[in-house]
């Protein structure tokens, strides 16, 4: 099997898939005048959306790695927004970024403390995380961003914004085709416009983290023990490696991750705190690592599709609607191809819901924007549902290391 | 001898607890400037009138609920998070059942607890499903179904579907349960308490009941012991498991019912949120023992209260919240502490045995 050959046959089926089924999408949304579809606000906006969920799900990968569950992810996120917003406000952005990725490494030093030195149950010690972490935000926003003048117990006044770079030419050489109004080719125009314009300088770095994440974990001696650690901790250790102190180091990270993405909440993705600001999004990150199979390129593709769906809100309903009748056409295809396999289960399982959301899309034209809000939530549950299940997670994960 | 010591150890660790959030309330409220000694004697005074435990009582038949509900997912190691959504969702259909319907008061209130305990259940079995079958983790699906709840309720309650605008404010709710739907409150010489107080007291009862008599209740806890000799004794874990997201989930739907039947009579959307960890919270407190888990909710539902009296001392109440997180963080570590300290006490009695047999 030569090589070369192979990888482009192998990228040739996905490739056309996509191109086709943006095609189809893009048709869709002329036709029904859904004009945001692939707009380029609608394109920075998942990104922006997407962001966090990576950042969690970056952080949950760490923890996990190490052979830690981090259910604390969505506390140390809530410190990361509480923390990152009240220091921006304070001092500026700078001590913002410092303070957010500070208290989720308090955070996640917190959870070694209670899994790794304690050999408290993780899911229990990550749940209670989040309950320390709503507390005590609640409680500093009542003696800070109550008494100023635009915050209230629940929210912080204005948070200052991050600078954002376009890359040079693009509007130049592209916006005209945006502009054309040529079916399918001025919407490819504008994702790659939403893509490279008025990127903040934050996004650009968080993408940087993924490449730096998989360099660490897999191309250093630190990476291999931490990955050790997470797979056979008893051989570590009878080698050498403490456990203790890499799941410590990597719960860290994590904090620090998932800190840096309540951060970023704050300041790029809104512009100010507000409480129960992360969501869930924390759970989505952890979500992205298992249906990532434990590896940092699927959980950016995990969590870029999250993103997709959860910047849905920002769009207009009508736009959800010709999404909705994609989603049906592409389940009504499935149906189809499990149904001349004769698999009737399979095609009934995909049959039933592309009848229902192409009848609804009949019916109803839009998606209410109360049932958006749910998106996200709705596409973990059915991305974890279908997973395919040659997953592998690390073997010792979630198990104490005793220490003897 | 060793029972005694055992009994003290057992008891140390709520001590301990109790302890680690009195010198951090102490030490946020001298942060805060107030005098620490004399607010929280004040907070205790106020707690302790007759009026005011009633009330804590009446908040705390929601927390215990949530607490049982909970605690039948711990058995397995199931962390029910759904617990918020399963509630808010069976109480909504509760509301719409039992206000579209005319029956006699006992027919009236069996339809509505039926139609809490299956809404409940069923938005629990999905999980229970997607655990079961598809091996997805309960605390992200659940968190996921929450999130989806919400936003079905929020779509049905607008007032072109299933929703009514209360005359004079904005508030959307269902609409109101007739007479033969509601609870009276049991009056006492401090108020009223909320005769829902008796529904608390029979789910706790019949969970002791089926966790220590019965043979799934017998299942559970083996599970819970060791899934390996549970596995080879022959008791299958993913029925279980089923049933047990299943049951905790039409013990959730139970919860909003206190509220529903007792006092407002319709849903609106200012049905409280976060009570899943508050169950979570009450359960780890009463080692999921239906009536520790009744001190547990007492405890939560008692702070919350006697907080209230802060807010006149110059003092966010808001701090309750961090003695709450504080209680239930130095609480696991303790009964782990705790934990350790037996198998230590156990090997050493093991090992004197031993030697004792030898010589």
Redesign the interface.
């Known amino acids: 099997m030569s090589t070369p050959v192979s990888i482009s046959t192998r990228l040739a089926g996905p490739v056309v898939r996509v191109v086709l089924g943006f095609a189809v999408l893009s048709l869709l949304s002329g036709a029904f005048e859904a004009p945001d579809l692939f707009s380029r606000g609608g394109i920075s906006a998942t990104l922006r959306f997407a962001a966090p969920i990576l950042l969690a799900g970056l952080g949950a990968l760490w923890a996990e790695r190490s052979g830690v569950i981090n259910l604390g992810l969505e506390g140390m996120m809530i410190a990361g927004t509480w923390f990152g917003a009240w220091a921006a406000i304070e001092w500026g952005i700078g001590p913002g970024l410092v303070a957010g990725i500070g208290a989720g490494v308090a955070f996640g030093l917190l959870l070694g403390l209670l899994t790794v030195t304690f050999g408290v149950d993780q899911a229990i010690s990550g749940l209670s995380l989040g309950l320390l972490a709503a507390g005590l935000t609640r409680f500093l926003s009542s003696v800070t961003f109550a008494g100023v003048p635009g915050g209230s117990i629940t929210t912080s006044p204005p948070v200052p914004d991050i600078a954002t770079v376009s890359m040079p030419g693009a509007e130049a050489l592209i916006g005209p085709a945006e502009a054309a109004g040529i079916p399918v080719l001025s919407d490819a125009a504008a994702v790659v416009l939403g893509l490279v314009t008025d990127v903040s300088l934050l996004t650009i770095g968080v993408v940087a983290l993924v490449p730096a994440t998989w360099y660490v974990l897999w191309r250093t001696r630190l990476g291999l023990r931490i990955r050790a650690v997470g797979e056979a901790p008893e051989a570590a250790d009878s080698l050498g490696v403490r456990p203790w102190r890499y799941r410590y180091l990597a719960l860290a990270v994590s904090g620090g991750l998932a800190g840096l993405g309540g951060f970023y909440l704050v300041t790029v993705a809104s512009s100010l705190y507000r409480e129960g600001q992360t969501a869930g999004r924390g759970f989505i990150g952890l979500a992205t690592v298992i249906f990532g199979n434990w590896n940092p390129w699927s959980v950016t593709l995990g969590s870029l599709i999250f993103g997709f769906t959860d910047a849905l809100r920002t769009r207009q309903e009508v736009t959800v609607g010709v999404l909705l009748a994609g989603l049906g056409l592409l389940f009504a295809w499935l149906a189809l191809r499990r149904g001349l396999a004769c698999d009737w289960r399979g095609g009934l399982l995909f049959g039933i819901p592309a009848i229902v959301m192409l009848v609804w899309f009949w019916v109803e034209r839009i998606v209410p924007s109360e049932l958006v809000s749910f998106a996200p939530h709705l596409t973990t549950l059915v991305v974890l549902a279908l997973a395919r299940q040659r997953l592998r997670p690390p073997a010792a994960l979630g198990t104490p290391f005793d220490r003897g | 001898m060793a029972r005694l010591r055992g009994a003290a150890l057992l008891l140390a660790a709520p001590a301990a607890a109790a302890f680690l959030a009195l010198v951090v309330a102490a030490a946020?409220l001298a942060a805060?400037g107030a005098d620490p000694g004399t607010t929280l004697l004040d907070a205790l005074a106020y707690g302790l009138r007759p009026e005011t435990l009633v009330a804590v009582v009446n908040k705390a038949i929601p927390y215990y609920l949530a607490g049982i509900a909970a605690a039948v997912g711990f058995h397995l190691?199931l962390?029910n998070?759904g617990i918020d959504g399963q509630y808010r969702l069976a109480a909504f259909a509760t509301a719409v059942v039992g206000a579209g319907v005319a029956l006699p008061a006992p027919l009236h209130l069996a339809l509505i607890a039926g139609v809490a305990l299956v809404a409940g259940a069923a938005w629990a079995a999905i999980a229970g499903l997607?655990y079961v079958r598809?091996?997805?983790?309960v605390?992200?699906?659940t968190?996921?179904?929450?999130?989806?709840a919400?936003?079905?309720i929020?779509?049905l309650l607008?007032p072109e579907r299933l929703g009514r605008l209360a005359p004079g404010s904005n508030n959307v709710t269902t609409a109101t349960i007739a007479e033969s739907g509601w609870i009276p409150a049991i009056p006492t010489p401090a108020g009223d308490l909320n005769g829902l107080v008796l529904l608390a007291a029979l789910a706790g009862a019949g969970y002791g009941f089926v966790l220590n008599r019965t043979t799934i209740g017998f299942e559970a806890r083996t599970m819970g012991f060791s899934e390996r000799a549970a596995t080879v004794a022959g008791i299958r874990g993913p029925r279980l498991a089923f049933l047990a997201m299943a049951a905790s989930g039409a013990i959730a739907g139970l919860v909003g019912l206190p509220q529903l039947l007792g006092s407002s009579h319709r849903f609106g959307l200012d049905f409280p949120a976060g009570l899943a960890?508050t169950g979570?919270?009450v359960a780890?407190l009463g080692r999921n023992h239906p009536v520790g888990v009744a001190v547990g909710a007492f405890v939560w539902a008692f702070l919350e209260r006697s907080a209230q009296v802060l807010d006149l001392s110059g003092v966010?109440k808001?701090?309750v919240?961090?003695?709450?997180?504080?209680i239930?963080?130095s609480i696991?570590?303790a009964y782990?502490?705790v934990r350790?300290a037996r198998t230590r006490q156990e090997r050493r009695a093991v090992a004197r045995a031993v030697e004792g047999t030898m010589a």
Do not use: C, P, Y
């Open positions: 946020v805060a190691r962390f998070i997607l598809r091996g997805v983790n605390v992200i699906s968190i996921m179904l929450n999130a989806v919400t936003g079905l929020a779509w607008s960890f979570l919270s780890i966010s808001e701090i919240t961090i003695l709450q997180a504080v239930v963080l696991v570590v782990e502490l350790r």
